[in-house]
């Protein structure tokens, strides 16, 4: 059997600690990679069952903050300075994500539809973190 490359990223291996960071009751320790990031993989399907308007859950809230707090994790291993991540939502599921590092603001990302965060695959979310690094992570002159 095949792994797939994505699963030896260090974002992936970052995600799925944070993800298990979360996890207060042990209920992820025995799970596959695959099993905990499964929440992120929205599909046609899956999409289709999320109305289109509605509040974020907590669980839905959880992962979007795990999922830029692993950012901020390989801001930090990249720049070796301190990143601190801050999501702010409204219970409509709007708000904002920043990520600073000491007075530079390093991501700063508009938040809508939260109740719908996902992506199409793990690759696609992999592409996404990756365009953001690069921005957050180029030298300022």
């Not at 099993?35 to 289109?52: F, N, S």
């Given at each position: 059997?095949?792994?797939d490359?994505?699963?030896e990223?260090?974002?992936?291996?970052?995600?799925?600690?944070?993800?298990?960071?979360l996890?207060?009751?042990?209920?992820?320790?025995?799970?596959?990679?695959?099993?905990?990031?499964?929440?992120?993989?929205?599909?046609?399907e899956?999409?289709?069952?999320?109305?289109?308007?509605?509040?974020?859950?907590?669980?839905?809230?959880?992962?979007?903050?795990?999922?830029?707090?692993?950012i901020?994790?390989l801001?930090?291993?990249?720049?070796?300075?301190?990143?601190?991540p801050?999501v702010h939502?409204t219970h409509?599921?709007?708000g904002?994500a920043v990520?600073?590092?000491?007075?530079?603001?390093?991501v700063?990302r508009?938040?809508?539809?939260?109740?719908?965060?996902?992506?199409?695959s793990?690759?696609?979310m992999k592409?996404?973190v990756?365009?953001?690094l690069?921005v957050?992570?180029?030298?300022?002159?």
């Amino acid at each position: 059997m095949t792994v797939d490359p994505v699963f030896e990223t260090d974002f992936v291996r970052e995600m799925a600690r944070q993800m298990r960071a979360l996890d207060t009751y042990g209920t992820y320790s025995d799970w596959s990679v695959e099993k905990v990031l499964d929440p992120y993989v929205l599909t046609r399907e899956r999409k289709a069952g999320i109305p289109l308007i509605g509040d974020p859950d907590d669980e839905t809230i959880s992962r979007v903050k795990a999922f830029y707090n692993a950012i901020s994790v390989l801001i930090e291993k990249e720049c070796k300075l301190l990143a601190v991540p801050l999501v702010h939502l409204t219970h409509e599921g709007f708000g904002r994500a920043v990520i600073t590092v000491g007075k530079l603001v390093a991501v700063d990302r508009t938040l809508r539809d939260v109740h719908r965060f996902g992506f199409a695959s793990l690759s696609k979310m992999k592409d996404k973190v990756d365009k953001i690094l690069a921005v957050a992570l180029e030298p300022t002159t």
